[in-house]
């Protein structure tokens, strides 16, 4: 693949936390429109690695490269926010006394103060990107509701709905699916599924159902390195995963 068409592409990502090694020398590639899955045993990296993607922890040592040619690996949180990579952790910051449609307006606004942009008109045109933002979230019916009384999972949508009106061109998650009902897992995943059609996705994950329900290339990572890239089939068959991980799992 042209490099171009790597949205991000790591090259021998490294930080050291005063000796300790917690990512060491990983590569990782993000193709466009791609949803991708990271996996790993507790300690493998896997958050250290969108954290120094997002610019919340500086790399020791290797580069970021967004879009195939710009070093973002320097850069600060707010800037490489501002070139369109997302993150998302897993506690919503949602405003839970706001009706789900008020946390979709500051959202739009982002730019200007809460209170300013809360007093400031909605335009008919914001107004139907909020709907719109909404229904692909499927909480179109829910726009008046406080955003506190909504289900654990339907925050989360929301505040994936959120980060969407800033049009990224990566999001990253991390655990998106922890805490969600069986039914809200599946519906997480479709959602998914729609968004990498305008916005590459990275997922941390440990919901291995949920992995295999919703993975095309999924990379393992231990010890602060990858281990294996490939299909969910390719990565269950190998050894060295069954005793790093999966066997952990199991047994
Ligand atoms: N700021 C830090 N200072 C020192 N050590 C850190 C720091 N951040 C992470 N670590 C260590 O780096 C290792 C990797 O942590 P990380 O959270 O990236 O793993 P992970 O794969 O996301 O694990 P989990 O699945 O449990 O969330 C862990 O041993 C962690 O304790």
């Not at 959202?107 to 709907?131: G, H, Y």
């Not at 991390?174 to 599946?186: F, L």
Request: glycine fraction near 8%.
């Amino acid at each position: 693949m042209a490099q171009a068409e790597w949205i991000l592409s790591c090259e021998k990502l490294t930080v050291d936390f005063d000796g300790f090694v917690a990512v060491n020398q990983m590569d990782f590639r993000l193709a466009r429109g791609e949803l991708r899955f990271l996996i790993g045993p507790n300690g493998a990296g896997k958050t250290t690695m969108l954290d120094m993607i997002c610019g919340k922890t500086k790399p020791t040592s290797g580069k970021v490269l967004y879009g195939g040619t710009m070093d973002i690996s320097r850069k600060k949180e707010h800037q490489i926010a501002s070139l369109g990579i997302a993150r998302k952790f897993q506690a919503p910051s949602i405003f839970q006394p706001l009706s789900v449609f008020e946390n979709m307006e500051l959202a739009l606004k982002q730019n200007r103060s809460v209170w300013a942009s809360l007093f400031r008109p909605t335009t008919s045109e914001q107004r139907e990107r909020i709907m719109a933002g909404l229904a692909l979230i499927g909480l179109d019916g829910k726009a008046q509701l406080r955003a506190g009384s909504l289900s654990h999972g339907e925050k989360q949508w929301l505040e994936i709905g959120m980060m969407l009106l800033q049009e990224p061109t990566v999001l990253l998650l991390d655990e998106p699916v922890a805490g969600m009902t069986d039914v809200e897992t599946m519906k997480t995943g479709e959602l998914l599924m729609t968004i990498k059609e305008n916005c590459s996705v990275v997922v941390v994950e440990h919901d291995m159902e949920f992995v295999r329900a919703f993975s095309s290339t999924v990379t393992v990572m231990h010890e602060g390195s990858l281990l294996k890239e490939g299909t969910m089939e390719d990565i269950q068959s190998d050894q060295r995963v069954a005793e790093v991980y999966l066997g952990q799992k199991a047994g």
